[in-house]
């Protein structure tokens, strides 16, 4: 069973398009995690949100944490090439995080 | 900057060869994980510790070991490696368990 549902998995868009990729759950977490990776890496901590409804701003990225803590979106503005990579939420609970399978985000120049 | 390193990028094992994947952590975090990624299946934890010397099973623990004799090192251990256990092993380390970070990988293919 997979708690953490991402959406979309696979998104292929232009340089210099928006973007918002889901990640949904039906349980409440204390903490949600994004991280994004690179192929034959590990994955690198981007942002971290506790409260519900919290939003962060990292440069041209906005996470947004749901009022009820079950869900999160990322929001990534005027995208680029660089940002491409697979982005992964992760939602923690009970001492440990839970994954979602991730969203693989390719972006043209 | 926390930096976890893994001791191999890449190995290549023999069905039924024991292996042993080795991590250390230089922050002093207390807490140490083990997952494998497989395309379609996202990251699955494999076991995790607390502290020095104790260990707890993850969804998949079935087939793995683990050992951890000192703080900064988390061990992975494949008893009898089988072709399903062909992967990418990610190690990861925190001082509280939601915020990891986590080494460069090891891609094991078993043979």
């Known amino acids: 069973t997979q708690l953490l549902e991402q959406s979309p998995q696979f998104l292929s868009i232009q340089e210099g398009e928006n973007l918002t990729v889901y990640c949904n759950s039906s349980?409440?977490?204390?903490?949600l995690q994004w991280y994004r990776q690179e192929p034959g890496e590990g994955p690198v901590l981007l942002v971290t949100?506790?409260?519900?409804?919290e939003v962060k701003k990292l440069k041209r990225l906005t996470f947004q944490f749901g009022d009820a803590r079950k869900d999160s979106s990322l929001h990534i503005t005027a995208a680029q090439p660089g940002d491409t990579g697979l982005y992964l939420c992760?939602?923690?609970?009970?001492?440990?995080?839970?994954f979602g399978r991730g969203t693989q985000l390719t972006v043209w120049p | 900057d926390v930096k976890v390193t893994q001791s191999s990028r890449y190995l290549v094992k023999r069905t039924g060869e024991k292996v042993f994947l080795e991590c250390v952590q230089d922050?002093?975090?207390?807490?140490m994980f083990w997952y494998r990624q497989d395309p379609g299946l996202g990251l699955r934890l494999i076991y995790f510790?607390?502290?020095?010397?104790?260990?707890e099973k993850g969804d998949i623990p079935e087939g793995y070991s683990v050992s951890r004799e000192k703080k900064e090192r988390f061990s992975l251990i494949l008893e009898s490696a089988s072709t399903n256990q062909t992967s990418m092993y990610l190690c990861?380390?925190?001082?509280?368990?939601?915020?990891?970070?986590f080494g460069p990988g090891t891609r094991l293919t078993v043979l």
């Open positions: 922050m002093d975090h207390e807490n």
């Open positions: 349980s409440v977490f204390s903490s």
């Open positions: 949100v506790v409260t519900g409804g």
């Open positions: 510790s607390y502290d020095v010397k104790m260990k």
């Open positions: 992760a939602g923690g609970t009970l001492g440990r995080l839970y």
């Open positions: 990861a380390s925190s001082l509280a368990y939601n915020e990891q970070f």
